[in-house]
Each structure stands twice: as C-alpha cells, then as structure tokens.
C-alpha cells in the first residue's frame, strides 16, 4: 500500500455547478493558509473514540452547516436532523 503525507480535506461547494468537490492537500502546505482562521475542535474522546455511521453523519451534517453560512442557497437542499438516529 502506497505511504502518504499526512492530509487535510478540504470540502468546497461549487454553487454554480451544484456540486461538491473534495481536495487532500498536504497539512504542511495548508497550515499557513489555515492560520488565524475559525477551528472547530471535535474531540475524539466525546465520541468514546468510535468513528461510527453516527460519528460520520454528525460530522457531514456540521460541515454542510458550516458550507451553508457563507452560501445560504444550500439550505434548500438540507434537511439534517439534529438528534442522533437510533
């Protein structure tokens, strides 16, 4: 299996296209460019360090939360629960 640098991902909302595109980019490159910037730390250890379909869903549903700050027209589209799914 091939070795990788450590990656960021970078999730960007093309409006004009309606789509997604995600980006690995290396942490190091990134790091500058991040600096300064709004960080929402998620703690591993709040989530008893399981990484479940639950984790995964609460996780997609704060970064589509925080895409649709900057581009409200996004909001049509969303229809995410708050509470956890049993």
Known sequence: MARHP???VVLTYFEDHQEFALQAID???????VAGTLEIPI???EHNFSLDDAFARRLG???LSL???GQP???Q???ITDDPID
């Open 27 to 33: 942490r190091a490159t990134l790091a500058p460019l």
């Open 77 to 79: 589209y969303m229809s």
């Open 67 to 69: 895409i649709a700050l």
């Open 43 to 45: 703690l591993l250890d």
């Open 6 to 8: 450590p990656y960021s």
């Open 61 to 63: 549903g704060a970064l």
């Open 73 to 75: 027209d996004i909001n």
